[in-house]
């Protein structure tokens, strides 16, 4: 079992619709989650970071923590054109320090 | 407030030759992590360093080294090339453990 997994994708969205990305991990001892996205050739950008279970919100992205679930979540409402990106989810399993494990991302097209 | 900023941008080397990549972190960030990402592998953690210690380590050979300095700056090394180590390589920093890492824009290596 990988210790992070996403969805591949494409997931496809109609322009403003709300665009759900889903990841789960293995390590139950995980503290923090982290969102990225990244444009093809750029590297990944922080778009969000969840620490506690339940949501968080900061603009138009929502994130979901269930760490009962070992589960995380992204939202994103009223998709535009130029959120279509991978998006990347992220847990730090590291007891000492920062050591992140990236799932290998989802693909998310938002058609205008 | 300065971003993270890698040298050089590009690289091209030949298989056997060794390889130095600089990544100067955020202003104040003592935490500078670095990652390479291929298109097979996806982003993989390769180590750590936090007031130059080493303190998270991945699972790479150990032809792959690294170093901090005292005003944060870091370096990986890569020696005895192989076709495989081309990748991007990626340097994040981040002010504290557990906190959210910022990435640089990236080293694009490429071994003949």
């Known amino acids: 079992q990988k210790e992070v997994e996403q969805n591949s994708g494409p997931l496809s969205v109609p322009e403003g619709a709300i665009a759900s990305l889903n990841c789960t991990y293995s390590?139950?001892?995980?503290?923090?989650f982290f969102w990225y996205r990244q444009y093809s050739g750029k590297s990944p950008e922080l778009i969000m970071s969840?620490?506690?279970?339940g949501d968080k919100e900061d603009g138009r992205f929502t994130a979901q923590l269930n760490k009962a679930s070992q589960y995380v979540s992204l939202l994103i409402r009223d998709s535009q054109p130029s959120d279509s990106a991978t998006y990347l989810c992220?847990?730090?399993?590291?007891?000492?320090?920062?050591?992140?494990?990236f799932g290998a991302g989802t693909i998310l097209r938002v058609k205008s | 407030k300065a971003g993270v900023t890698q040298t050089p941008r590009y690289l091209i080397k030949t298989r056997g030759q060794q390889v130095t990549l600089s990544c100067s972190p955020i202003?104040?960030?003592?935490?500078v992590s670095w990652y390479q990402q291929t298109p097979g592998q996806g982003l993989q953690f390769l180590f750590e360093?936090?007031?130059?210690?080493?303190?998270n380590k991945g699972n790479f050979p150990g032809r792959f080294s690294g170093r901090q300095f005292s005003n944060s700056r870091s370096e990986m090394n890569v020696s005895t090339l192989e076709l495989g180590d081309s990748a991007l390589y990626l340097c994040?920093?981040?002010?504290?453990?557990?906190?959210?890492?910022?990435f640089g824009p990236g080293t694009r290596l490429t071994v003949l």
């Open positions: 994040a920093s981040s002010l504290r453990v557990d906190n959210e890492q910022f």
């Open positions: 390590d139950r001892g995980s503290q923090s």
């Open positions: 969840i620490y506690s279970n």
């Open positions: 992220a847990v730090n399993i590291g007891r000492y320090g920062n050591k992140l494990v």
């Open positions: 202003s104040g960030h003592r935490s």
């Open positions: 360093y936090f007031s130059e210690t080493q303190r």
